[in-house]
């Protein structure tokens, strides 16, 4: 352990009390012989734990789950998002909000494969600037940072949610797409153009794509379709495989590829990915024996802004933003008080099905 961590731990541990203030640095300095970077550091894991709260100018106090910052607010709120969600939606409202005194503070994720680490020094950088609220689409990578946000929401900044991030959203804030509406309206949309069988080829586990997928298998499964729940349970699929096959015969095949050349006729393909339902096209088209068979694509979110030709389940994005900002602004809502909104989702038809 460091000398560092043996210093947070003796602080813990109630060697100063576990009330009111602290002594100064420079007291605990002279009294652990170390310099004030080092005791400012341990003070740094504290402080991040929830357990202490640095006011400047005022000293260090216990927080005991109740401090409240006494300074004034700044006028920003930070916003994360993904190249390919939220990234245009919030360029189109920087200058309206910067127009009516706020600024929008960014931070792509995608930058950094969404890093629960990373979103956490954001998250920490932004408290220690006096946000006054964080607009997330966090990160569903575990560990996650559940924690910090109900530390940041019990210190008075507002926290609110574009996307599940867990299982359990009941005391977060959020404003997010209606994923299990959705599910049931792609569902739907197939039976209505008179497809009989339904593949959901999945991708990964995270809460909103659960969500989805359950409404698909709901609404499938009450309009009597006949469903494979997951093409690809282990994953296994790669887009690379498929690109350079369609190049290449010779290449790696793609997984499965069989059974995707020779599907039964009136059978739909859903995915979360456009791209990987217009390259299963693609791969029928140039290679399958039965590409005269109906066989129909459905994408089942719009987080990709490319025009391909797919069919595909949409969101007021837009909407849906300037919502969270305007909760986020609204000086008279408790930060601790759950604010929740879903917004519904829409077919938009590019003649795949």
Sequence with gaps: MSYIAKIAEELKGGRWGKEGKLPSFRKLAQHYSCSLTVVQQ????????GCLRTFQGKGTYWTNGKIHPSFRRNRIIGVTYLSGC??????????????????????????????PVREREFVLQARNEHFSAMVMLATPLPPGNAPL????????????HLVP??????????FCSD???????????IARCGYTRLILFREGASADRNLNYRGVLEMAEALGLEICPDFDPERRWRSADADAYLEDS???????????LDLPDNCCICSQSPYLLHQIRLLRQKYSASASRRVGYLCLDDFSSDQLPISRITYDRRLQLRTALKY????TIDALEP???????HYLDRGSL
């Excluded at 341990?42 to 734990?49: P, Q, T």
């Excluded at 991030?165 to 959020?174: D, I, K």
């Excluded at 604010?339 to 989702?345: C, G, K, R, S």
């Design 42 to 49: 341990a003070i740094r894991i504290l402080d991040e734990e």
């Design 86 to 115: 939220f990234k245009i939606e919030l360029e189109t409202l920087k200058e309206e909000w910067l127009n009516a005194g706020w600024f929008l503070a960014g931070y792509n994720a995608d930058i950094h494969r969404q890093d």
């Design 149 to 160: 946000f109900a530390r940041m929401r019990l210190e008075g900044m507002k926290i609110a």
């Design 165 to 174: 991030y867990q299982e359990s959203m009941e005391q977060e804030s959020y």
């Design 179 to 189: 994923y299990v509406a959705a599910g049931r309206l792609a569902a739907a949309q």
């Design 250 to 260: 010779r290449a790696t095949r793609p997984f499965r590829l069989d059974t995707l």
């Design 328 to 331: 986020a602004a609204n000086s």
């Design 339 to 345: 604010v929740q909104q879903l917004f519904a989702p």
